[in-house]
């Protein structure tokens, strides 16, 4: 039985509904997922209510992904058994959104001053809410054949360094690691092998990162043992999670339930949660 613990749904940039992702979690037989939208906690209310119609055969971890930045270096921090109700989270949460969608906006802005034809009403059809990301203006890209993939739209129009390209505003790991825990929950080191500056981990840990994402289909087996090893030698909690967006998504989208944590695992993660609330 296996706990997935960082999956994505259309809440934010996945394909999947929050009901369809618990409904697809339940047909694999997998024992949990965390639910763990990025930036938003929008969708938690709908994935918690279905977990009722599959009480005591699949469990649901309110969770978020927080995409943070330090040096010019994406660090993710993930959060579970957040307060998705809090109030400071979600006053965060909306400053956040809203810069999201003055960068949107303006990438919009810059494609549309190179020649391509492309609105913010399109690209917020296909989001299909107000949290717009750059995956959302590359399907609007592919949909009127600028480029014949969501990969060639970055590397060729809106990854970084490119001419469509606007700065995401500076998030910091330590922030959201704060966010995370005042909201009452456990913060953890996302993909941490996807980190291209590998000293940053140590800067996280030492800021009181509470767990590290061990197993993750990108990670190789010498960066899983890397990993394990740090884990072990700081007291950090190993977690584990497919990242899924969606079955019919074109970037590298591991299928549902394809890495996680054992129950066993699980069962350390909630030991700690539950230490850390009679605290």
Request: glycine fraction near 8%; include cysteine; charged fraction near 25%.
């Amino acid at each position: 039985m296996l706990f997935d613990l960082h999956t994505h749904t259309s809440a934010s940039d996945g394909i999947l509904s929050p009901e369809e992702l618990v409904d697809r979690a339940f047909q694999l037989g997998l024992a949990g997922i965390a639910v763990t939208d990025h930036d938003t906690v929008s969708g938690l209310a709908q994935a918690m209510d279905r977990q009722q119609k599959y009480k005591g055969s699949l469990e649901v971890i309110p969770g978020i992904e927080m995409n943070a930045e330090k040096e010019d270096c994406e660090v993710h921090i993930l959060g579970y058994f957040i307060d998705y109700l809090d109030s400071r989270l979600h006053a965060r949460l909306e400053e956040l959104k809203t810069s999201r969608l003055n960068r949107a906006h303006e990438m919009v802005r810059k494609l549309r001053s190179m020649g391509y034809n492309i609105t913010f009403e399109q690209i917020s059809q296909i989001a299909q809410n107000d949290l717009i990301a750059r995956p959302h203006i590359a399907q609007a890209l592919v949909q009127n054949n600028n480029v014949f993939s969501i990969r060639e739209a970055f590397d060729k129009l809106i990854g970084r360094g490119r001419p469509a390209y606007v700065p995401r505003y500076k998030f910091l790991p330590q922030e959201a690691l704060n966010l995370i825990k005042a909201a009452g929950g456990i913060a953890v080191i996302a993909h941490p092998g996807l980190i291209k500056n590998q000293s940053l981990i140590q800067e996280v840990i030492a800021a009181g990162i509470q767990g590290i994402e061990v197993y993750y289909p990108d990670h190789t087996p010498e960066q899983i043992k890397k990993y394990e090893k740090i884990a072990e030698k700081h007291g950090l909690l190993v977690t584990g999670g497919s990242d899924y967006h969606g079955l019919n998504r074109e970037m590298n989208d591991p299928r549902l339930g394809s890495c996680g944590i054992s129950t066993e695992q699980m069962e350390k993660i909630k030991k700690y949660y539950g230490n850390m609330r009679k605290k």
